[in-house]
Structures are given as structure tokens and as C-alpha cells.
């Protein structure tokens, strides 16, 4: 043998490199992790590679306890553990288990490819859940990498919602490892039901409740308001309320919740995971979600972010439900036009130097603001303080891009002693059931605020005198193309609460009514 050469001993026994699957979250979305490890002659060491971050590296301290107190003798050899792929920043108290599971079966030869192993363990080896968990195995299954897993046992009380996957639970290390020694890990799924009314369209159930906390009843008058509010619901158009204060813009933004359309499962679970995510246990019910941050909020509260982790904001959390802006013209500038993209693609993107993260927000954009800075502007008891130049700057707060995403616009009335109320929220919610199942019986995936262009052409057909209203009303009013698809999807909604199979000549008056007045 030359000088040059060099030579490589056989090992007597072939190294075994056992792996199991874990996954990390990056903004809302789940990338799935090999772990594996092995086991070598050398100094012995306990070490994780793959760009770990500082709480899997403590998971060291705590596998190490969790195994010594069950009675477990670690081998004199040097053990690596490596997180692949390794460019990907990984975090989470969720791979302990995993970890623990390769070092305590390191003389075992077993082939559990595909299976996931999500647990926090304490230092006497039980196996504890993390918040993290549900956003992490839904978005896994919904990208159909996931078919079984062995999970903390106090975590089966929500994880049992995601359908499509089964669960293995374990309460602790001692149970895991003999799980997989002995390969019983063929747990039937489970699935729970939702406490709720359904409605069935074709082959999809939805589920909705009949609880209004806050009722339409105790809305005296505002007619206008309260008819623009139904159209609003039954098809999650965004809309803007003005008036003088304490006229009701408030009281009926609250209620607009009780009366919102049904969910299917899909859509429970998504905001399940966003609630999740902000660390809310979720109570798994059919009732959309409503936010209403205050105008001193800050961008990065409302859009989500952060200088280390870009966490969830109010825009994502209010995703399938009512995000809410009392006093709109009194939000910074910034923060309204940054408003325009999520209402436009209904999404929150976050861009860091580290990651570019985005966060689902398929909402309903509810505002209330006064006429002007003291609200007297439109009162015909009161006098307006205001100047003509405070007013022009008050409205000019809100751009023109911003409100063309405003579908809706009503100027609600004054108050006075003889209004009644006139209906509850229990007739508009059947109103508005009516025109969800409408909506549905045409194939629409997505209710008639929140269609795109083709859509908007296939669903949102008027018949020939509407069609006639259409063409002069975009000449007299110079409508732009955004505000001409505004009107046509509200008055495809108002079509279908009046249970027209094609758009009318009143339906789209009543939609134009419902304009912005320049």
C-alpha cells in the first residue's frame, strides 16, 4: 500500500441509523422533519444537529432525566442525533419524545417510516402536550403527509377533531417505547362531533348555532342599517357605517356574529389552528370569530410580526370571521393602506430577514367612523364644530384604493324617540340560512363577498333590464372595475335573499344604493 492511500476498517457490525418523523411550524404552516440518529465509538456525547434552536437543545437535559428515572443505563458511545433537512431552523418542546424514542431503542432495528412522534416530556417521563401541536397535525394532513401518529394522551381531547389521521396516545416514555417495540400502532381514528345545528348541501355539512347573546331586537329603528347589516352577512361583504355617535354603529357590529353564515369543518378546524397559534384554547364551536383592536393599536399587534418570530396578529386571528375597526379614520395611515392587501388576497404576508411568512385571512371587514372629528356633521339638533379643512383632512385619512374594497356603505340615521325595533336576529339568521344554501346549490366555494373575476362572471348573472341599469350606471357614475365587481356581488346577494335565480333590475338598484357617494 502506497503512502497516498488510505485505509478504512470495516466495521464488525453495520452502523443502525433508526428514524422517526416530527415537523416544525413556520408561520401557520407545518414542514415536516426527519429525525435520526446514530451510534459511535468515541467519547461519549449527546449531541443535536440540524440548525436546533435552544429549547431542543435544553431537550437534551430533559431526555437525559426522563430515561435515567426510568431505569434506563445510557451506552458508552457517542450518540448524534440529526434533524434533516438541516437548513431548516427547527423549534418546538414537541421533538423531546422523538429524541428519547431513538436513544432508548438504540439496539433496536425498527422501520417506522412515515410515523410521527410529537410529546414534551417532564423529568419523571411523562409525556406532556403543547399548544403547538394542533396547527402542526392539521397542516400535515391537509397537505396529506400524515396518517398516524403517537401524541401526548391529554392532547386527544382536541387532536380527535382532525379526521383523517390516527392517533396513538401515550401518557408516558415508558408507555412509548413499548408501543413501538411492539408495534401496536394500528389506533382506529376517531372523530368528534361538533355541538351544533347542520345544514346539508349535497354531499358537505355545515354547522351553525342558534345562540344570539346580542339580538337585533334591542336595535330600535335603523332600518336601512339593519337591511344593509343582513346583505352584509349573508354573503361576508366588507362594510362601512357612518353616522353621528350613538346612533348604533357599534351595537350593530356586535351582532353581526350571531347571524354570520354556517362553517363547514374545514373552515372550524382553520380557525381552531389560528386561536391555537395565539395561544387560545379553542372550545371547537360553529361561531366565526370576531375582532376589534383599538385604533392606538400597532402594526405589528394587528398584521402580526416580531424581531425574532413573526407571531399571529388580529388581521389572522379574525380568519372566517369579523375583524372589526371602531373609529376607522382614527387608525394610522400605515395601517389602513397595509389593510388593502389582506382584503385583496386575503392574506397577511410577513417578510423578515430570517423568513417570508404568510398567515391565512379570508375575513369580513366590518368599520365604523363619525361624519366628522366631533360627529355632529349630519345631527340636525346639534352644530357641527368642525371647519371645512379639519373635515376634508378627517375624510382624506381614508384613501381611495382602501374604500373600492368597501363593498357596502350606509349613513345611518339619527336616532329618535319613536323608533321600534323590528326584527331579531333570529328571522335574519334563517334569511340569511336561505341564502347560504343558494349559494351553495350553485357550486360557489366561497360566499358571493369573497368571489373572484371568473366567478363573479359565472354566478353573478343579470337579466336583461338589469343589464341595461349596469351599462349606464357605469358611464353616469364612472365606475372602476373593482367597484362594478363590488356592486354585482351584492347584488348577487341580495338576489339570493329574495330567492332569484338571476340577478333583478330591483336587486341591483338596491345594490346601488349601497355605493360610495364621491
Known amino acids: ?27 401557520a404552516t407545518a414542514l415536516a422533519i426527519e429525525v435520526e440518529a446514530t451510534f459511535t465509538k468515541g467519547l461519549p456525547g449527546f449531541t443535536v444537529v440540524g440548525l436546533a434552536s435552544s429549547d431542543i437543545q435544553e431537550a437534551k437535559e430533559r431526555v437525559k432525566s426522563a430515561l435515567l428515572t426510568n431505569h434506563f443505563t445510557f451506552p458508552p458511545l457517542k450518540i448524534t442525533i440529526n ?15 422523538s429524541l428519547a424514542l431513538l436513544v432508548a431503542l438504540n439496539q433496536e432495528v425498527f422501520s417506522q417510516d412515515g410515523l410521527f412522534v410529537f410529546g414534551e416530556l417532564g423529568l419523571d417521563g411523562r409525556v406532556k402536550s403543547s399548544s403547538m401541536l394542533f396547527p402542526l397535525i392539521l397542516s400535515l394532513k391537509e397537505q396529506g403527509l400524515i396518517s398516524r401518529a403517537i401524541v401526548p394522551k391529554e392532547a386527544l381531547q382536541y387532536l380527535n377533531y382532525i379526521s383523517g389521521v ?8 415508558a408507555e412509548a417505547i413499548a408501543t413501538i417495540k411492539n408495534g401496536d400502532l394500528n389506533s382506529q381514528e376517531v372523530s368528534f362531533a361538533y355541538d351544533a345545528d347542520t345544514i346539508s348541501v349535497g354531499e358537505k ?54 347571524i354570520l353564515p354556517p362553517l363547514d369543518e374545514k373552515e372550524i378546524l382553520s380557525i381552531a389552528k389560528h386561536q391555537f397559534l395565539d395561544g387560545i384554547l379553542p372550545s371547537f364551536t360553529a361561531s366565526r370569530p370576531i375582532r376589534s383592536p383599538h385604533h392606538t393599536a400597532t402594526s405589528a399587534s394587528i398584521f402580526g410580526g416580531g424581531s425574532q418570530k413573526a407571531k399571529i396578529g388580529e388581521v389572522a386571528l379574525a380568519h372566517k370571521g369579523i375583524l372589526f375597526f371602531d373609529e376607522l379614520p382614527h387608525f394610522s395611515k400605515p395601517i389602513l393602506e397595509a389593510l388593502r392587501e389582506p382584503l385583496q388576497d386575503k392574506k397577511v404576508h410577513i417578510a423578515r430577514v430570517n423568513a417570508k411568512i404568510s398567515y391565512e385571512a379570508d375575513i369580513m371587514f366590518v368599520a365604523a367612523m363619525n361624519p366628522c372629528p366631533c360627529g355632529n356633521l349630519l345631527a340636525k339638533n346639534k352644530p357641527c364644530r368642525c371647519n371645512e379643512a379639519e373635515i376634508k383632512r378627517y375624510q382624506n385619512r381614508l384613501s381611495d384604493p382602501f374604500l373600492d374594497r368597501i363593498d357596502i356603505f350606509v349613513t345611518m340615521q339619527e336616532v329618535s324617540s319613536d323608533d321600534i325595533s323590528n326584527t331579531t336576529s333570529a328571522k335574519m339568521h334563517q334569511q340569511i340560512l336561505r341564502a347560504f344554501i343558494a349559494q351553495k346549490q350553485r357550486n360557489q366555494e366561497r360566499l358571493n363577498g369573497k368571489l373572484d373575476e371568473d366567478e363573479i362572471e359565472r354566478f353573478c348573472i343579470l337579466d336583461e333590464e338589469a343589464q341595461a341599469i349596469m351599462e349606464n350606471a357605469i358611464s353616469r ?22 330567492q332569484h335565480t338571476n340577478i333583478t333590475k330591483a336587486d341591483l338598484l338596491e345594490a346601488l344604493s349601497y355605493r360610495r357617494r364621491k
Not at 357614475?477 to 329574495?498: G, P
Request: glycine content about 6%.
Open 1 to 27: 500500500m502506497s503512502k497516498d492511500e488510505i485505509s478504512i476498517e470495516e466495521p464488525s457490525q453495520p452502523t443502525v441509523i433508526n428514524r422517526l418523523a416530527c415537523a416544525t411550524l413556520e408561520g
Open 83 to 97: 434533524l434533516s433537512p438541516s437548513d431548516i431552523k427547527k423549534s418546538g418542546t414537541h421533538f423531546d419524545l
Open 166 to 173: 390516527a392517533f396513538i396516545g401515550v401518557e408516558t416514555l
Open 205 to 258: 355539512i355545515f354547522y351553525w348555532q342558534a345562540k344570539y347573546e346580542n339580538d337585533f331586537k334591542d336595535v330600535k329603528g335603523q332600518n336601512i342599517a339593519k337591511r344593509a347589516s343582513l346583505i352584509a352577512s349573508a354573503g361576508m361583504h366588507n362594510f362601512l357605517m357612518e353616522g353621528s355617535p350613538g346612533c348604533g354603529k357599534s351595537m350593530i357590529a356586535k351582532r353581526l356574529r350571531d
Open 477 to 498: 357614475f364612472a365606475l372602476s372595475h373593482r367597484a362594478i365587481a363590488s356592486i354585482k356581488k351584492v347584488a348577487r346577494t341580495i338576489a339570493d335573499l329574495e
